[in-house]
Nanobody, 116 residues
Framework: QVQLVESGGGLAQPGGSLRLSCAAS????????MSWARQAPGKGLSWVTGISSDSSDTYYANSVKGRFTISRDNAKNMVYLQMNSLKPEDTATYYC?????????RGQGTQVTVSS
């Protein structure tokens, strides 16, 4: 079955950086788009970014455009989210998802807290 395991979350200061990783298994990773979504405390899930199966196309929510970068390594079945210039409003649980929309199946999430 599909398994997605996120890692790399933690505490960062405003203006800092974090890199999230997602290890995928249970499906043919190289033929599927992938995405990240996040859920801030007390709020609903929101889509953050997506990447096509061959990395030729990437998509970003306006709130993270220019600060976050999604990438993938099909040889390792990994997808990454490089987050720079972090803001307190980026505090959320971040989920990796199979497909472009952020819809399930998703991983268990990794917590990102941006605070001084």
């Amino acid at each position: 079955q599909v398994q997605l395991v996120e890692s790399g979350g933690g505490l960062a200061q405003p203006g800092g950086s974090l890199r999230l990783s997602c290890a995928a298994s249970g499906f043919t990773f190289s033929t599927h788009a992938m995405s990240w979504a996040r859920q801030a405390p007390g709020k609903g899930l929101s889509w953050v970014t997506g990447i096509s199966s061959d990395s030729s196309d990437t998509y970003y929510a306006n709130s993270v455009k220019g600060r976050f970068t999604i990438s993938r390594d099909n040889a390792k079945n990994m997808v990454y989210l490089q987050m720079n210039s972090l803001k307190p409003e980026d505090t959320a649980t971040y989920y990796c998802a199979k497909g472009l929309s952020g819809a399930p199946p998703r991983g268990q999430g990794t917590q990102v807290t941006v605070s001084s």
